[in-house]
């Protein structure tokens, strides 16, 4: 008698079973165009094309031995600077309030000159944003490069994480949710993969009438195309 039951309901459940065909694209789940926001002359490029770099590694460095220089000039004020206002401070009761506060300003500004100082040299200083593999190098030592027209230089992408850009037919828009499984194949393999669709975006392409949605995956190379279906639920639609 169980038995029995336990056929009838996977029969509704594979009759409640609806499969929306999908084409997609596989895309880097993160990947961002890199450039300086300030001006110079690229002293040193220091990765290329499929280099594997960690979150805040340098890239590239404009020359910015002036701003070195600069920056030193800050830090031996700022030095001066604090020894002069501790002094006060132990006779801060007995000196005039204003003569005081004069050495308190000139202890600010200095602070407030070095972390200026420090901004101008990391902006020298080109850096990765996030663990990925550099796929576009468009700089050599010596160019020069402006913070007014900004050039992308390189081009970095997530060294493994990948999401698959699902497209299908705007009349499911009902039945397809966040959750449901993707069974899908890549062009030219027989090999069937499984996914879960973890985003769906929330306007139709006009063009050609399709939603688009994300399956997270790992490991397929960028670029690369394939079909699948879409196995959502009549009931849950409802």
């Given at each position: ?9 996977c029969?509704i459940v594979s009759?409640?079973a609806e499969e ?5 694209t596989?895309?880097?789940?993160k ?5 300086f926001?300030?001006?110079?002359i ?7 094309v499929g280099?594997?770099v960690q979150?805040?590694?340098p890239l590239?460095?404009?020359?910015n031995d002036?701003?070195k220089?600069m920056l030193?000039i ?8 604090k020894?002069?206002y ?7 009761n007995?000196i005039?309030?204003?003569k ?7 202890y600010?500004s200095a602070k407030?000159q ?5 901004a101008?040299?990391d902006k020298t ?6 663990e990925?593999?550099?796929f576009s190098?468009?700089v ?7 913070g ?7 081009e970095i992408?997530?060294?493994?994480q990948?999401?698959?850009i699902l497209?299908y037919?705007q009349k499911?828009?009902?039945s397809v949710?966040v959750g449901d499984r993707?069974?899908?194949?890549l062009?030219?393999?027989d090999?069937?993969?499984?996914g879960v669709?973890t ?9 050609e009438?399709?939603?688009k949605?994300?399956?997270?995956t790992k490991d397929?190379?960028?670029?690369l195309?394939?079909?699948g279906?879409?196995i ?6 409802e």
């Open positions: 008698m169980m038995k029995k039951y336990f056929i009838l309901l029969v009759l409640q929306v065909y999908a084409t997609f596989v895309e880097a789940q990947s961002a165009d890199l450039a926001s300030s001006g110079g690229v002293d040193r490029v220091l990765v290329d280099t594997m979150k805040g590694e590239a460095i404009l020359q002036d701003l220089a030193q800050a830090q031996t004020t700022l030095k001066y600077a020894k002069e501790q002094r006060q401070v132990q006779v801060k007995i005039d309030k204003a005081f506060d004069q050495y308190a300003y000139k600010e407030a070095l972390h200026y100082k420090q101008l040299l200083i080109l850096k990765s944003p996030f990925g593999v550099i190098k468009k050599e030592a010596g160019d020069v490069v402006s007014a027209m900004i050039r992308t230089l390189f992408q997530s060294q493994h990948r999401k698959l497209e037919d499911y828009w009902k949710k993707f069974s899908y194949t062009d030219g393999e090999k069937r993969y499984e669709i985003k769906i975006y929330p306007t139709v392409e006009s063009d009438r399709k939603i949605a994300e399956v997270l397929i190379k960028v670029g195309f394939g079909t279906t879409i959502t639920s009549k009931r849950d639609a």
